[in-house]
């Protein structure tokens, strides 16, 4: 039996002299100044915790929270570990939690965009060389049974300008209003209000959330309906149950007649507003029934496109270029990816350099528990000798103080993980606004996944793993007798 004892031993000895090494030899005695920190910090996490969830408003509760968040972190650091140790590891925790969160909020807003991206444009849009595209009643007959396919609807676009007009047609402006008609240019969306409800969280964009009744078509005693974005009807000083008239240039048909033609124009009553949550579509976006738009653009039964949306968009590649093999040449598709790539590589870029200069934290980290393991073999020489003499070799105590180094990012990067989601839960809880006129969503987005969690701790431990060879070596190398002497 004594074979294999021996053989097991060693690991046993290096984690239990590591463990050693790297706690509290005493019990650091709590006064009762330190217990009512301890329970002010505590109950500082919790109460801004909770106040956040409960939609407070003020950026002090969530600012409290993480602050006293930081303060337990340092705290318990120090309690339990060794004074050299705990620097190193409240700073890698510190560098772990900052890399979650950063990558939090960056992967929220890539998230977000694109989400929203694909809630106002579809993953796949099919449209048609030339404008001549009248054959999509079979494209949306033929696609909307596929397994893959969530909804499918037409679309028609166009540009056109908006300005307000009286309640009463014909009738004249009065003083007030003339002060109001700045014309303002707006991207006009024609949709089939039936097909396009199909698609996730299209209803929802509109504050009313009908989108039958907000899309509703032209009558011969009522006027066709129109959704503004919010930015835009503040703009133009209308609200639901007011008035606008879109104007479309003729040139817009492409052909030779039309040049010279006078501009085409219809009264619309505003039925909603829009609040997508993105900056350019608020301040441009106008939907309505694709049998007005198509009136309006074309003065014809024609649409811009086909839109889908998809059970997975990252299908969207080839099942976008199935449909333009059934349609034929004459067809293309886009996908989200396309319509969002130049925002989505910039997002990209930023997340990367961000991410760099905070791994910054984490090298720091590292480099102060260079310093205090090299304190650390200097204080336990004469343990270090005493183990030698007890028959470890250099290749044990070699793997002593590098346990210690991986104990300590371990415990480094765990704590840093808790930090980072409780800092990143408060910011998705508080939803910190965004001005609009500078970022293309209207607050802090967050959106985790498991390599922005996992990420981060692997390479705190790979981190210290690394550093702590060196001065493992250094440890290994330590002479005998002079450590005996002490």
Not at 13 to 29: D, F, I, K, P, S
Not at 139 to 165: I, K, L, N, Q, T
Not at 209 to 226: E, F, K
Request: proline share 6%; aromatic share 6%.
């Amino acid at each position: 039996m004594r074979g294999p004892e021996r053989g097991r031993s060693p690991g046993g000895l290096v984690w239990m002299v590591a463990r050693r090494l790297l706690l509290r030899e005493r019990a650091v005695q709590t006064s009762r100044a330190a217990r009512l920190g301890w329970i002010f910090a505590i109950s500082t996490v919790v109460i801004g915790g909770l106040l956040v969830l409960l939609g407070v408003r003020s950026v002090i509760p969530p600012l409290a929270a993480g602050i006293a968040s930081l303060a337990l972190l340092g705290a318990t650091c120090v309690r339990i570990l060794t004074p050299a140790v705990a620097v190193a590891v409240f700073g890698m925790g510190l560098g772990c939690a900052a890399l979650v969160t950063v990558l939090g909020v960056t992967s929220g807003f890539e998230h977000e965009l694109t989400a929203r991206l694909a809630r106002v444009n579809g993953h796949v849009l099919i449209t048609e060389y030339g404008q001549d595209f009248d054959e999509y009643p079979e494209m949306v007959a033929r696609w909307r049974e596929d397994p893959r396919v969530v909804a499918v609807s037409p679309f028609a676009y166009a540009m056109a300008a908006v300005v307000p007009a009286p309640a009463e047609d014909g009738a004249e402006a009065g003083p007030e209003d003339k002060q109001l008609r700045s014309p303002a240019i707006a991207i006009v969306k024609a949709l089939d209000p039936a097909l396009a409800a199909e698609f996730p969280g299209v209803p929802a964009m509109l504050r009313a959330g009908d989108l039958s009744s907000a899309l509703r078509p032209g009558h011969l005693r009522t006027a066709p309906g129109v959704a503004l974005g919010h930015r835009l009807a503040t703009r133009l000083g209308v609200g639901p149950g007011d008035f606008v008239r879109l104007v479309i240039p003729a040139e817009l048909d492409g052909s030779q007649e039309s040049v010279g033609r006078p501009p085409r124009f219809a009264r619309f009553e505003v039925t909603d507003v829009i609040d997508t949550g993105m900056t350019e579509f608020d301040t441009s976006l106008a939907l309505m029934h694709i049998t007005a738009g198509q009136a309006l653009f074309f003065n014809e039964g024609r649409v811009t496109g086909v839109e889908f949306a998809l059970t997975d968009p990252e299908d969207a590649d080839a099942f976008g270029a199935e449909v333009v093999a059934a349609a034929g040449p004459n067809f293309r598709a886009t996908t989200w990816r396309q319509q969002s790539e130049g925002t989505i590589a910039g997002l990209r870029q930023i997340r990367a350099a961000v991410s760099l200069v905070l791994g910054l934290l984490e090298i720091v980290a590292a480099t102060a528990l260079i310093a205090s393991l090299l304190l650390l073999v200097r204080r336990k020489r004469a343990e270090i000798a005493a183990l030698m003499a007890l028959g470890a070799d250099g290749r044990a105590v070699f793997w002593i103080f590098e346990a210690v180094g991986l104990l300590a990012g371990a415990v480094g990067a765990a704590v840093g993980l808790a930090l980072g989601l409780l800092l990143t839960g408060l910011v998705a809880a508080y939803r910190y606004p965004l001005s609009g006129d500078v970022y293309p969503v209207d607050h802090l987005p967050v959106h985790l996944t498991l390599l922005d969690v996992v990420a981060p701790g692997i390479a705190a431990v790979l981190l210290c793993a690394l550093v702590s060879g060196p001065v493992a070596l250094i440890a290994a190398k330590q002479p005998l007798l002079p450590g005996l002497q002490r």
